[in-house]
């Protein structure tokens, strides 16, 4: 049998199904940085089906939902229920240096990943100044 020590974990899971869990989504954790010209994002989703997992983009807007059932069967008596259970969301604002067109998405391990290229039009390029003996260049 598994035995309860802390009264405070209990008290924080009961105040979280009274209170939350049920009513809306649970964010999801999340890291993100840039590699070169593309952003990586990784979201933590331990124990989600792959099938459950749903990306969006609409006006530069990434949307992340995510379902993670319940692990016990219907009506088995719970003991312990630390792990949250329902659905994930997720909102990121992606600017308009990105390109969404061309977002790669891969889930291993329990870890969504992201990468969102820079957009052409926004990497830095060299232009050209002509005029005088010789073409000179300029970084923009």
Do not use: C, W
């Not at 993100?32 to 807007?61: C, K, M, N, Q, S």
């Not at 003991?79 to 240096?97: C, I």
């Amino acid at each position: 049998m598994l035995m309860r020590t802390d009264p405070f974990r209990e008290l924080d899971r009961l105040t979280q199904q009274v209170l939350g869990s049920a009513s809306r989504p649970a964010a999801m954790q999340m890291d993100a940085y840039r590699v070169g010209d593309e952003f990586v994002v990784h979201f933590d989703l331990p124990g989600v089906d792959p099938e459950t997992i749903e990306l969006d983009v609409e006006r530069h807007v990434l949307n992340v939902r995510a379902e993670r059932r319940p692990p016990a069967p219907e009506g088995a008596e719970m003991v312990v229920a630390e792990r949250p259970a329902g659905t994930f969301t997720r909102q990121l604002f992606l600017g308009d240096t990105l390109d969404t067109e061309r977002i790669d998405a891969s889930y291993d391990a329990g870890v969504l990943t992201l990468r969102i290229p820079v957009a052409e039009e926004a990497k830095p390029r060299r232009i050209q100044i002509t005029g005088g003996d010789r073409p000179q260049q300029i970084t923009g």
